[in-house]
C-alpha cells in the first residue's frame, strides 16, 4: 500500500521560499513517477510538475516553471519541491501523488491513485 506524507508548508511573503516535502513508502521514487499538484479554493487541482524515476526526467507547468524545482533523495524515499519567488497567486493546498503503475508520469491527474493528505501554502503580498 502506497503511502504519501508532506511537510513543509506554511506561510511567507511573495518572493520568498518554502520547500515541500513527501515521504513515500510503498513506491519507489528511483524507479517511478513523483507527481505534484496543488489546489486553491475554488479551482481545480492542477499539476505543475512531475521527476521521472529520481531525476531521469522533470517536466514543469507554465505557471511555475522557472521558480519551482522538484527532486528526491532516492535513499530516503523523499521528494522535494522547492518553490522559489513565491507569489500571491501561488496559495494553494499543495500534493504529492503517486501514479496507478511505474511507467505512467503526467500532469494529469488520471495518471495517478495515490496522494498526500496535501500541505498548506499561503503566499501574501
Known amino acids: 500500500q502506497v503511502q504519501l506524507v508532506e511537510s513543509g508548508g506554511g506561510s511567507v511573503t511573495a518572493g520568498g521560499s518554502l520547500r515541500l516535502s513527501c515521504a513515500a513508502s510503498?513506491?519507489?521514487?528511483?524507479?517511478?513517477?513523483m507527481g505534484w499538484f496543488r489546489q486553491a479554493p475554488g479551482k481545480e487541482r492542477e499539476g505543475i510538475g512531475y521527476?521521472?524515476?529520481?531525476?531521469?526526467?522533470?517536466e514543469y507547468a507554465a505557471s511555475v516553471k522557472g521558480r519551482f524545482t522538484i527532486s528526491a533523495d532516492l535513499a530516503k524515499n523523499t521528494g522535494y519541491l522547492q518553490m522559489d519567488s513565491l507569489k500571491p497567486e501561488d496559495t494553494a493546498t499543495y500534493f504529492c501523488?503517486?501514479?496507478?503503475?511505474?511507467?505512467?508520469?503526467?500532469?494529469?491527474?488520471?495518471?495517478?491513485?495515490?496522494w498526500g493528505q496535501g500541505t498548506q501554502v499561503t503566499v501574501s503580498s
Open positions: 510503498g513506491v519507489a521514487f528511483a524507479s517511478s513517477c
Open positions: 501523488a503517486a501514479p496507478s503503475a511505474p511507467h505512467i508520469c503526467g500532469f494529469g491527474r488520471r495518471f495517478y491513485n495515490s
Open positions: 521527476l521521472w524515476k529520481g531525476g531521469t526526467r522533470s
